[in-house]
């Protein structure tokens, strides 16, 4: 079979998919770090090259917002190209519209997609949006019957998730997908979580691959390495792209590994697998050779003053009264005080927002991390959020992490459009969607 749709892969979880005139960049991350100095790309885009992609882009895909796929860098660097080209943005509907007021008053061209909901690019050219997760999103585009569909990181492993999507899209001709574990697994010591995690990710590409049955499969969105002196033990068991291929149970699907700037489709194939291996495990058997990131101290008295703000931001976002009943009657005992070391001042703080406590304490620590991580978490409302990813941090008392994350996870749902007020008490579905996260994490610490 021969695509009519061109694929060109770009980097990471980017693509350029045509058809026609119509040009669809996905995921646009090119250089730096993401997630607090704790992700960076195996390769990095020569500037030249992005301006060749984006001449030859109409629509630019965010799938969310996380960093490694919404750049703020790039949208910055590549600002004037975009305008110039008047390049249309595409995102999700969301509550609190963070990302797409960020791009409108930048003077973009922005175009808000509802989940479930077909849009039409042109009358050949179709796009689907599909959500998964607390943010993250999938997109099936249809080029004049030709199915695209592209699932980044989107965790559908699950037979009844698949089939459920498999349902509202029908037969598919392409698959991208990620390929290997992209967050905190456990610790340093806990090496079997992330040995069971690498097994997880390709028994899921396998459980996507039987339902959906698509004709050409591309492991993509995991090209990147953990590159802070923090994290990179969390590189020892990532899959590579070739053991999707090598461990994939359908001998009927073309697996396609694509190096930057590989195209596939559009009577053309200008790709070798072979070479690609060749590529990225040469970037894989170097990475040792790499120079890590480092953070830099934060006094207690700088952290002092952040969390001021940090608990005016909270208190501005939430009940105070219904913070302290659901601490009082919660079955999974939320916004309790928390003990962490910051390693680099030896130092265990002990945080309570309920009673408004930030002092150096002599409990034993539940985890321990950087000043500057601590710090991030202060300045920035995804700042939790992002230490789960990067993996920052160390457990140091049994249940640490899910303790913590009990208290400082409360940020991360107000992201959401998810205050503590009055409202929330009868909201059964988010509190036993949280207790059911909880009792995940707790299982695979033990």
Known sequence: MVLRSKIEFVNHASVLISYSDIGILTDPWYRGSAFHKGWNLFYENDALEIIKILDNTTHIWIS??????????????????????????LFQSTSDKRVIGFLIKKGFNVKELIFNKYHNITELVSVY????????????????????????????????KIKHLSRKIGEIDVLLTQFSYAAWKGGEKNKKWRADAAKSKI??????CKILKPKYLIPFASYIYFSNNKNFYLNDMANRPDEVKNRLDFSDINVIIMKPYDVLGCKEKVYSSTESNLFWNNMYDTLHERKLNEYKTVSFSELEKKYTLYKDRVKENNNLLIMKIARKISPIKIFRPIQILIDDLNITLEL???????????????????????????DNSFGFDTLTVNGCFEELKSNGFINVSKSLAIENLNNLGINFDSKII????????FLRKIISVSKKLS
Do not use: W
């Open 352 to 378: 309570d927002i309920i009673y408004n406590q930030f002092n150096i304490t002599n409990k034993a620590p539940m985890i321990s991390m950087h000043s500057e991580s601590l710090s991030f978490i202060l």
């Open 129 to 160: 949006l599909f959500k998964e997760g607390f943010y993250d999103s999938g997109l099936l585009i249809n080029n004049n019957g030709e199915k695209i569909l592209n699932l980044n990181d989107c965790e559908l492993n699950t037979v009844g």
């Open 203 to 208: 028994q899921t590409v396998n459980l996507q």
């Open 426 to 433: 009868f909201n059964n579905t988010i509190i036993l969607l």
């Open 64 to 89: 969310h917002e996380h960093p490694d796929h919404f750049s703020v860098d790039f949208f910055i660097r590549y600002k004037n190209k975009i305008l110039e080209k008047d390049i249309q943005i």
